[in-house]
């Protein structure tokens, strides 16, 4: 498991304004300059978030990046896409 790579991608393009406009623009290419698995790759290529945080990627990390992509306003669209995370979200404010 190399998940280290796919953090490291997620931190660069949470934090740089230029690797989030070049994700934005050409993820293939961006992500080529990682050493993502073939299986790392098609998830972050396909926003396979529950994957992603089943995989074991922080999900603070995984959450700026998602939203460094597809914008703040996207929130409820993510929750979605991770349900697990949302339930423990849920239990947690109980």
Known sequence: MSYGA???LFYDVS?????????RENAEEVAGKYAL???????VLS??????????INP?????????VH???SMPDY????PTLASRLEASSD
């Open 6 to 8: 796919v953090e490291q």
């Open 15 to 23: 934090t740089s304004r230029s690797r989030k406009d070049a994700f």
């Open 37 to 43: 698995s073939d299986t790392e790759r098609e998830m």
């Open 47 to 56: 926003m396979q978030v529950e994957e992603l945080f089943e995989y074991g």
């Open 60 to 68: 603070m990390l995984l959450m700026g990046f998602w939203t460094s």
């Open 71 to 73: 914008g703040p306003q």
């Open 79 to 82: 929750l979605k896409r991770v």
